[in-house]
Every structure is written in C-alpha cells, then in structure tokens.
C-alpha cells in the first residue's frame, strides 16, 4: 500500500486539479494555505469532499480545529489516522 502522505498528495493535486504539480513537489510540512501550498477557502472545502468520499472522514470541530488539520500534508494524515482509529 502507498505511503499515506502521498496518497493525500495525490488526493489534493486530483482535487484541486494541480496538473503541472507531483506529490514530490508538495512539501509535508508546509502550509496548505496562504504562503505554502496557497490555497484558500474554496479549496479547502473541495478538499473536505474529496477527504469524504476517499478515507470516509469529515472535518470537525470548529474553524480552529480545522484549520489545524489542513495546516499541513502531516497533520492532515495524522488526522485520517485518528479519524481512522476512531472508527
């Protein structure tokens, strides 16, 4: 099985249609949005769906917590793997 980080590499690339990017290009510990990755609030909640229907999971808590989770490619999988064990 893919590493989970570039499963969700791959996952934001397919989601938010980067076609000129590879998942070696997208660092785990930058930022998603603003100086990072850039992306912005429409991003994130297409991103939210593509989380939905690949891994089953939701987004929760409030801006904060969200934020938090989709502040990186490594906290977004440690999110899923939360998620995941949660279940």
Do not use: H, N
């Amino acid at each position: 099985m893919e590493d989970l980080e570039v499963q969700v590499k791959e996952l934001i690339i397919e989601a938010l249609s980067l076609e000129d990017m590879l998942p070696a290009d997208i660092d785990s510990t930058a930022p998603l949005f603003g100086e990072g990755l850039g992306l912005d609030s429409i991003d994130a909640l297409e991103l939210g769906v593509a989380l939905r229907e690949r891994f089953g999971i939701t987004l929760r808590g409030g801006d904060e917590a969200i934020r938090r989770g989709l502040s990186s490619v490594r906290s977004l999988v440690s999110y899923i793997k939360w998620c995941q064990s949660a279940a």
